[in-house]
């Protein structure tokens, strides 16, 4: 069965910082990738996702993510943080169908 | 458009009971997942549904069951509650269920078993 890991539960950055959050997760297949993020009050929605091609994917709000197939791992990344940013970010894996394996989830907080 | 809705939104039942949560999808779209999120976890995979016809089913026990109707609208049903079936009710929409398209999430149902 497959499983992800997201390894930070909390952050806590100020404005302006750099994000990095982890995203490991046990298949050996083929799978699509997707970090979903949660705003405080509001509904998971997709920031970005991986299929194919090119391993760097840019999402919406300056997020990005690299896939690194021989680490197993989907890291999210942005620059420069903003309070607006705060929220709980999940990354999530499929190999069939959409049924999505969802990590634990990190949350972040921005401090203004 | 109206997103992904859900009812109730709150709901609270005494173990044993029998529970029935209601899911709308995005206009169009064909398929509908649900998800349980326990507080302090992710998201986890309950159901899929295209064309009423289920498509995949995670790791939880009979007493959880969905139907998807000819609307495509969805219902989960949960009988024999247990204090652990207390958490977040997630649904979820897509045109097709494949594996490459975007799940639109809604604002869930918030169940609680005493």
């Known amino acids: 069965a497959q499983s992800v890991s997201q390894h930070n539960h909390h952050v806590i950055l100020s404005e302006a910082a750099s994000l990095e959050l982890g995203c490991n997760y046990s298949?050996?297949?083929?799978?699509?990738l997707f970090w979903y993020v949660q705003y405080p009050g509001q509904h998971l929605q997709l920031l970005l996702k991986?299929?194919?091609?090119?391993?760097l994917v840019k999402g919406i709000k300056g997020f990005e993510a690299e896939f690194i197939k021989s680490k197993f791992s989907f890291n999210l990344r942005k620059p420069s943080v903003q309070w607006s940013d705060t929220a709980e970010y999940f990354c999530a894996v499929n190999n069939a169908g959409n049924m999505l394996t969802f990590g634990g989830g990190t949350r972040l907080m921005v401090k203004p | 458009d109206a997103g992904v809705t859900q009812s109730p939104t709150h709901l609270i039942k005494t173990r044993g009971q029998h529970v029935t949560l209601r899911c709308s999808p995005i206009?169009?779209?064909?398929?509908v997942s649900w998800y349980q999120q326990v507080l302090g976890q992710g998201p986890q995979f309950i159901f899929q549904y295209y064309e009423k016809e289920e498509r995949g089913r995670g790791n939880f026990p009979d007493r959880f069951s969905a139907r998807q109707f000819p609307n495509y609208s969805s219902e989960l049903n949960v009988n024999a509650l247990l204090l652990g079936d207390s958490a977040l009710y997630l649904c979820?929409?897509?045109?097709?269920?494949?594996?490459?398209?975007?799940?639109?999430f809604g604002s869930g149902t918030q169940l609680s078993v005493l």
């Open positions: 991986y299929f194919s091609g090119d391993p």
């Open positions: 979820a929409s897509s045109f097709l269920g494949f594996k490459d398209e975007k799940l639109f």
């Open positions: 298949y050996g297949g083929t799978v699509n």
């Open positions: 206009s169009g779209h064909k398929s």
